[in-house]
């Protein structure tokens, strides 16, 4: 895409399933992105050019997703001034707690927005939502979707109360 305005990295293309909803759902919002693998473990020096030039390319914000020792998020953002949405991705073992405690438990001054385990079209919300702050049009978007969500609610809770 091109001036992507949302990176969504993460460590490996096995996370590409879980990773997949954040980049559908920007998609519909209109929100150009781009996604690439950037392992922390395995390619540390990319991580570290990708975090410090994502600024500079225009992004606005960070979704970063990994599994188990999940470092990417963390490191992303010690190394960007971008707001950086973490997704915790669920492997074999642990249920994905793992993944989740390693995004969330950031030391104070280096924050990551954690969404919960395997939910990255919260991560893509969260991302547009952000942009939407600048973005009147998008805003609305935002807000139409918000409403369609509460009509459906109040839908299934009519054919639970007739
Ligand atoms: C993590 O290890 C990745 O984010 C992924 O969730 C997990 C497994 O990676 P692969 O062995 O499938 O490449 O770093």
Not at 21 to 36: I, K, Q
Not at 94 to 110: E, K, R
């Amino acid at each position: 895409m091109s001036n992507p305005l949302v990176g969504i990295v993460m460590g490996s293309d096995s996370d590409w399933p879980t990773m997949q909803a954040a980049a559908d759902v920007l998609t519909e919002f209109g929100v150009p992105w781009e996604a690439d693998v950037v392992s922390a473990h395995r390619m540390p020096v990319e991580m570290v050019d990708y975090g410090k030039g994502a600024a500079g390319r225009g992004l606005k914000a960070i979704i970063a997703g990994a599994g188990g020792a999940a470092h990417l998020p963390g490191m992303l953002a010690s190394l960007t001034p971008l707001p950086v949405i973490g997704v915790p991705v669920p492997l074999k073992y642990l249920d994905g707690m793992d993944s989740l405690l390693s995004i969330v438990q950031m030391p104070a001054g280096i924050p990551v927005a954690t969404v919960a385990i395997g939910n990255a079209k919260n991560a893509g919300i969260l991302a547009a939502r952000i942009l939407g702050t600048s973005d009147a049009a998008l805003q609305e978007k935002l807000e139409a979707y918000a409403a369609e969500l509460s009509e459906q609610a109040h839908a299934k809770g009519k054919v639970v109360r007739d």
